[in-house]
Protein backbone atom coordinates (compact mmCIF):
# COMPACT_ATOMS: atom_id res chain seq x y z
CA UNK A 1 0.00 0.00 0.00
CA UNK A 2 1.01 3.79 -0.59
CA UNK A 3 1.66 6.24 1.90
CA UNK A 4 -1.58 7.68 1.00
CA UNK A 5 -3.86 4.57 1.32
CA UNK A 6 -2.05 3.98 5.02
CA UNK A 7 -2.84 7.02 6.21
CA UNK A 8 -6.69 6.53 4.95
CA UNK A 9 -6.73 3.02 6.76
CA UNK A 10 -5.22 4.53 9.58
CA UNK A 11 -7.69 7.61 10.38
CA UNK A 12 -11.15 5.57 8.97
CA UNK A 13 -13.63 5.15 11.79
CA UNK A 14 -13.72 1.91 12.34
CA UNK A 15 -16.03 2.35 15.47
CA UNK A 16 -18.71 -0.22 15.81
CA UNK A 17 -21.04 3.10 14.77
CA UNK A 18 -19.44 3.50 12.23
CA UNK A 19 -19.45 0.08 10.46
CA UNK A 20 -23.22 -0.39 11.58
CA UNK A 21 -23.57 2.47 9.34
CA UNK A 22 -21.39 1.33 6.73
CA UNK A 23 -23.56 -2.03 6.76
CA UNK A 24 -26.93 0.21 6.67
CA UNK A 25 -25.61 1.80 3.72
CA UNK A 26 -25.19 -0.98 2.02
CA UNK A 27 -28.55 -2.88 2.60
CA UNK A 28 -30.47 0.30 1.84
CA UNK A 29 -28.17 0.29 -1.71
CA UNK A 30 -28.69 -3.44 -2.37
CA UNK A 31 -32.82 -3.12 -1.15
CA UNK A 32 -32.55 -0.29 -3.73
CA UNK A 33 -31.27 -1.67 -6.11
CA UNK A 34 -33.84 -4.68 -6.43
CA UNK A 35 -36.70 -2.29 -6.79
CA UNK A 36 -38.34 -2.85 -10.78
CA UNK A 37 -36.61 -0.11 -12.83
CA UNK A 38 -39.01 2.83 -12.73
CA UNK A 39 -38.99 2.56 -8.66
CA UNK A 40 -35.80 2.47 -9.13
CA UNK A 41 -35.26 5.69 -11.00
CA UNK A 42 -37.77 7.44 -9.17
CA UNK A 43 -35.93 7.10 -5.50
CA UNK A 44 -32.72 7.52 -6.96
CA UNK A 45 -33.42 10.68 -8.08
CA UNK A 46 -35.76 12.23 -5.56
CA UNK A 47 -33.50 10.70 -2.60
CA UNK A 48 -29.89 10.77 -4.02
CA UNK A 49 -30.12 13.68 -6.32
CA UNK A 50 -33.04 15.80 -4.30
CA UNK A 51 -34.98 16.75 -7.90
CA UNK A 52 -38.61 17.84 -7.43
CA UNK A 53 -41.16 15.71 -8.09
CA UNK A 54 -42.32 17.75 -10.75
CA UNK A 55 -39.28 18.11 -12.28
CA UNK A 56 -39.18 14.09 -12.56
CA UNK A 57 -42.62 13.90 -13.62
CA UNK A 58 -41.32 15.96 -16.84
CA UNK A 59 -38.62 13.83 -17.23
CA UNK A 60 -40.37 10.31 -16.86
CA UNK A 61 -43.80 11.19 -18.54
CA UNK A 62 -45.43 10.60 -15.43
CA UNK A 63 -47.96 12.57 -13.43
CA UNK A 64 -46.93 13.86 -9.85
CA UNK A 65 -49.62 11.86 -8.46
CA UNK A 66 -48.10 8.66 -10.19
CA UNK A 67 -45.01 9.67 -8.62
CA UNK A 68 -46.16 9.88 -5.31
CA UNK A 69 -48.16 6.87 -4.88
CA UNK A 70 -44.79 4.86 -6.53
CA UNK A 71 -42.59 6.23 -4.34
CA UNK A 72 -45.47 5.14 -1.22
CA UNK A 73 -44.77 1.37 -2.77
CA UNK A 74 -41.18 1.65 -3.38
CA UNK A 75 -40.51 2.94 0.67
CA UNK A 76 -42.62 -0.07 1.62
CA UNK A 77 -40.77 -2.72 -0.47
CA UNK A 78 -37.34 -1.01 0.73
CA UNK A 79 -38.77 -1.57 4.38
CA UNK A 80 -40.06 -5.20 3.50
CA UNK A 81 -36.81 -6.17 2.24
CA UNK A 82 -34.60 -4.52 5.23
CA UNK A 83 -36.98 -6.09 7.57
CA UNK A 84 -35.65 -9.30 6.42
CA UNK A 85 -31.80 -8.41 6.85
CA UNK A 86 -32.60 -7.62 10.96
CA UNK A 87 -33.72 -10.62 12.12
Known sequence: LGEDALS????????????LRAEEHAAV?????????????LVLQYYWLERPLEE???TLGVPAGTLKSYLARARE????????TRT
Open 8 to 19: RLASADDSPAAL
Open 29 to 41: REAVDKLPDLYRA
Open 56 to 58: ISA
Open 77 to 84: QIRRRLSW
